[in-house]
């Protein structure tokens, strides 16, 4: 399924006129969003944005430009660029199936006014989505003209390079598709002030620092494409340590970092959710400096965080890409690369591999379905729910797919591990000699009434399922 996702998009990408002006990024490797380019003060003019590549230990692989001006912009794509000196500007996502990295702006020129182009309806200057790929193309054809009117558009993510959610100062969070010049409200409540969107687990997220609350929403569950939908802040927040939330990174569905460039506890917040409630920890970075980007990798049940921070609260000129590696309270934050004079350090992510989890559709015979996230890397953990249960959801997983049919069930595989709720994470161990081995993972809703149609599998019925290769 990701591959054929993969296809699907890179199809509708070479449709337009791709940017191909940079090199497949290097696993292993960070992006970041860079806005300026040292050219002069970044000032509240339109200016150009770049994904840049460093190694882990900051040093610059590559420099990947985005369209900044009619010079610059293909034919059937847009411009996009940012406030140079807004910090809520310049975010940056990677799709679900990792294949994407995704940043907004404006099709403006840089050096416009922003009169000219921020404080203008969308149909005028649009709203652009900038999508790098893996193969270092970079695509901004997809531009909204009903969003975001005379305000910010933030921050987009999307899980295939289809389907994009975006977030902004003002109307929450909507949907679009690639390509697309319109767009569907999708929240229907408040707060409507938004920063950052990501998807963890099959959910979208947002982050916010309204006066109304700060923290982290979640977006009904699933993605949603339709309008109206509930939202509600994570239990937990608003909280008193919570003073200005910007990006977030979740290790597992139990702990999530959350970038905060507040006065009350600026750095990189830890919250565990104990007892259904989400609770502070304590906070790392570097003492005295503020975070707004952010992204981590878990690996052998240890988190290393990538942060863009800095010195006070300003927006100004100059910032530092940091990291730390999570290993309690103290953990100590190191200064990887800062940004040259005449430009910032906005959004970060790190690139693993693309995810090997690959779903397989048309096996179920009930209503409850079956999500699962994560790389399939040796090492890390995947994450395994029944969804939309009658009964009672249990997960079954094993080595041989047998894709046997049964009434009008398919059962996935054989019988290795039966676990005890709808819930579980499979921890891959970090053992070369797994690489290439495939488990094979599917839901049960025992007691489900419809299983009584069949006379031989008459108490339960299946989900679909996945395959998870490691890699």
């Known amino acids: 399924m990701i591959r054929s996702s993969f296809l699907v998009a890179a199809a509708l990408l070479s449709a337009q006129a791709a940017l191909a002006q940079g090199l497949p990024p290097s696993p292993g490797n960070l992006i970041v969003l860079r806005v300026g380019d040292g050219a002069a003060t970044l000032t509240s003019a339109a200016a150009p944005i770049f994904f840049d590549e460093y190694t882990p230990a900051g040093t610059l692989v590559q420099s990947i430009p985005v369209p900044a001006d009619a010079a610059s912009q293909p034919v059937g794509q847009y411009r996009c660029t940012i406030r140079g000196s807004a910090a809520s500007h310049g975010r940056l996502t990677r799709s679900t199936n990792g294949i994407y990295f995704t940043a907004v702006g404006f099709d403006a020129d840089a050096g416009t006014p922003r009169t000219n182009y921020e404080q203008v309806a969308a149909n005028v200057v649009p709203r652009v989505v900038a999508l790098l790929d893996i193969t270092g193309n970079v695509n901004t054809s997809t531009g909204l003209t009903d969003a975001y009117d005379a305000a910010e558009i933030r921050s987009a993510v999307t899980d295939d390079g289809i389907n994009l959610w975006t977030a902004g100062s003002s109307g929450g969070v909507r949907y679009a598709t690639y390509g697309a010049t319109t767009s569907t409200l999708v929240t229907g409540g408040n707060p409507t002030n938004l920063r950052c969107v990501d998807i963890f687990h099959g959910d979208v997220y947002a982050s916010t620092g309204s006066s109304g609350g700060v923290g982290l929403i979640q977006v009904d569950t699933g993605l949603p494409t339709g309008s109206g939908v509930p939202q509600a802040y994570l239990p937990g927040f608003p909280n008193s340590n919570a003073g200005s939330s910007y990006d977030f990174y979740f290790a597992n569905p ?13 750095g990189i917040q830890k919250y565990e959710l104990i007892g259904g409630v989400w609770t502070w920890q304590y906070t790392l970075g570097i003492v005295g400096q503020v975070a707004r980007g952010l992204s981590g990798y878990t690996q052998n049940g240890v988190t290393t965080l990538w942060a863009t921070s800095q010195v006070g609260f300003s927006s100004g000129n100059g910032n530092d890409l940091i990291m730390v590696v999570d290993t309690g309270a103290g953990s100590t934050a190191n200064v990887l690369t800062s940004a040259a004079p005449g430009s ?14 690959q779903r397989l559709n048309g096996l179920a015979c009930g209503s409850a379905d079956i999500k699962a996230s994560g790389s399939g890397q040796i090492g890390t953990d995947v994450f395994l729910d029944v969804t939309h249960p009658v009964g009672f959801p249990l997960i079954y997983l094993g080595t041989t797919n047998l894709s046997a049919p049964l009434c009008s069930c398919t059962v996935l595989t054989d019988l290795g591990l039966l676990t005890s709720s709808g819930s579980f994470t499979l921890q ?36 679909d399922g996945y395959a998870i290769t490691m890699q």
């Open 344 to 357: 910032m350090f906005r959004g970060v992510r790190y690139y693993d591999v693309p995810t090997s989890l």
């Open 254 to 266: 139990h702990t999530v970092y959350v970038a905060d460039d507040g006065s009350l506890d600026p």
């Open 428 to 463: 891959i161990p970090n053992d070369t000699a797994l690489v290439g081995a495939t488990v094979y993972a599917q839901g049960i809703d025992v007691f489900d009434p419809a299983a009584a149609s069949c006379p031989i599998l008459s108490f339960a019925t299946v989900t």
